[in-house]
């Protein structure tokens, strides 16, 4: 076993309860990936994990949170299900921000032609 499994093995075996991983795969061979996702599965431990790894991710996440770069600032979302079900749900997500981004223009641009502001103190909308 390479020196990061093994440190993944120390990890996983330790006591501690959360893990924070940064792309812990990326410097194991393929018997080690699958040793790792394996493992994954079968803790009880709490494992936060940053990866690009598709794979990975498909094979072991039960949860997954993405930042976003927005307008408005940089938010996180979270993804109740795997990466299985990711894609389509986040799809689903930018639909619904584009429906109320223009639900949003469209009763601005009646605030405005009605002479009223929108939000603010005293605004009538």
């Known amino acids: 076993m ?3 499994g093994l440190a993944l093995e120390a990890l996983l075996r330790g006591p501690d309860d959360l893990l924070l991983l940064d792309e812990p795969d990326n410097s194991l061979d393929v018997p ?4 790792l996702e394996e493992q994954l599965r ?8 940053v990866s690009h ?9 039960t949860s997954i949170i993405t930042l976003e770069l927005g307008v408005a ?9 795997g990466f299985d079900t990711y894609h389509r749900a986040r799809e689903q997500r930018f639909e ?5 981004r223009r ?3 469209n009763l601005a641009s009646s605030a405005f032609r009605c002479g009223c502001t929108v939000g603010g103190p005293g605004s009538a909308l």
């Open 53 to 61: 790894d598709r794979e990975l991710l498909a094979q072991t996440a």
């Open 32 to 35: 080690g990936k699958r040793w």
């Open 96 to 100: 619904r921000l584009d429906e109320l």
């Open 2 to 4: 390479s020196k990061s």
């Open 103 to 105: 639900r949003w223009g």
């Open 42 to 49: 079968a803790t009880d431990k709490g494992v936060l994990y």
């Open 73 to 81: 600032g940089n938010t996180a979302w979270t993804h109740p299900g």
